[in-house]
């Protein structure tokens, strides 16, 4: 049998000019010389609802099938079937982001991520599993997640296979401009959610790393039409131009304005717009009409830590009137801070109650107390706001964590 790094090797290089649905043959092939008897990429769609296979839409021979359910017998899954990440091993794997074997150690559900963003889970099938064939597992996951996301950007097959309908232009606009939702570091992770997915209009998150620099900000613009996107998305262009130049937070929040107010008129929007220092725990941000962050300190919200008057909302053309005030704050290790748009809170159930600031902050802590990480928090959050509220605005939510270590 070749050994791992050539096996590997020969597949990064055989994957330079194929598109997507060459790849699940590719990682077969792989996987069968590392002694697998297969290997099936299965990705996580938008809402992280279910995992559904990379595989071209013709036919494809069965491969090995087991239960959906982790503890219980039901229907087998056949190789092309979308398999729901609530109740089922491969979703454990997603969920927990941890090898998990089946009951006969036959099967393996083998975690996907780009850097800390969950991808997918890749199922692994042998007559056992030895620790060094897991190894051999993680790896070509590895290396499955980097052929997926190369070609994420511009094949038509990877977007189909992590959508479940079809998207308003106003959302393709947002997703066009947003991250990935999850980004971070040894000391750092930002995970941030936009809901609805498919019908997005005003809300809009960033996040990026620098310098030992967290940048941040989270948009809402009004209304919940292409406009309303048009100016979420102008206001994360004008946010990196004047960032990348060297500009203040002030400075970025200034842009925003003029711009808005010149291109895009009579369109406000709020916002919160910060950056952490890595190394030290500095917080710093300023807020344009915004719902205040929310500071989440060993299993509590810290009452009022972070509530401040807010300045007037951007694309009001403020000229020369005094710019937004920076606010500071000193996070502790794991520390957590929770920005939000008000499309959250303002959630109702079925007999009018709204979501609430409460309702969304023992959501959190509850999740975390669980043991669960940031990205798992904020899906299991919007999951919850889906089943028992209904959005009447987008709600977009943004969990940083600060964990030097």
């Known amino acids: ?36 008897s297969g290997a099936q990429v299965y990705l996580a769609d938008l809402q992280q609802a279910r995992l559904t296979p990379l595989v071209h839409p013709a036919p494809e021979t069965p491969s090995p099938i087991e239960p959906n359910e982790p503890n219980e017998t039901s229907k087998p ?45 890749l199922r692994v099938t042998a007559p056992c599993f030895e620790d060094a064939l897991l ?17 994420a950007s511009h094949d038509e097959l990877v977007v189909d296979r992590t959508r479940s309908r ?23 992770t930002s995970t941030a959610i936009l809901e609805p997915a498919y019908e997005a209009g005003g809300d809009a998150f960033d996040h990026s790393l620098g310098d030992g620099v967290l940048h941040l900000a989270l948009l809402d613009a009004m209304g919940h039409d ?36 010149e291109w895009i008129p009579d369109r406000l929007l709020t916002a919160v717009i910060a950056r952490l220092d890595i190394a030290t725990g500095q917080f710093t941000w300023i807020n344009c009409g915004h719902p205040p962050p929310l500071l989440i300190r060993e299993g ?9 008057p807010a300045h007037l909302p951007l694309g009001l053309g403020l000229g020369q009137a005094a710019a937004p005030d920076e606010h500071h704050i000193r996070l502790q290790p794991g520390d957590r801070v929770l920005l939000y748009s008000d499309g959250v809170t303002e959630a109702r159930t079925s007999d009018g109650s709204l979501f ?18 940031p990205p798992e928090t904020l899906r299991r959050l919007v999951r919850n706001l889906h089943e028992h509220h209904r959005l009447h605005d987008d709600a977009t939510i943004m969990l940083v964590r600060w964990h030097p270590h």
């Open 1 to 36: 049998m070749p050994n791992e790094d050539a096996v590997l090797s020969a597949l990064l290089a055989s994957s330079n000019r194929v598109t997507a649905a060459d790849i699940p043959a590719l990682i077969d092939e792989a996987g069968r010389k590392l002694g697998l």
């Open 77 to 121: 899954i056949g190789p092309s079937e979308p398999i729901q990440i609530e109740g089922s091993m491969a979703g454990l794997a997603y969920r927990t982001q941890r090898t998990q074997r089946s009951r006969d150690d036959c099967t393996a559900w083998v975690p996907m991520i780009d850097g800390v963003e969950r991808v997918g889970v």
């Open 135 to 151: 190894e051999s597992c993680a790896a070509l996951s590895g290396l499955a997640t980097l052929l997926v996301m190369a070609k």
């Open 166 to 188: 079809t998207m308003t232009t106003q959302a393709e606009l947002l997703w066009a401009f947003v991250p990935p939702r999850t980004i971070g570091t040894d000391d750092v």
């Open 226 to 261: 292409l406009a309303s996107g048009g100016a979420s998305a102008v206001a994360l262009g004008a946010s990196r131009a004047t960032r990348r130049a060297g500009g203040t937070l002030a400075d970025i929040a200034t842009t925003i304005d003029t711009t808005l107010s």
């Open 300 to 308: 509590h919200v810290v009452p009022q830590a972070m509530e401040f």
């Open 356 to 373: 609430g600031e409460q309702r969304l902050a023992d959501s959190v802590i509850r999740s975390m107390a669980s043991g669960n990480a």
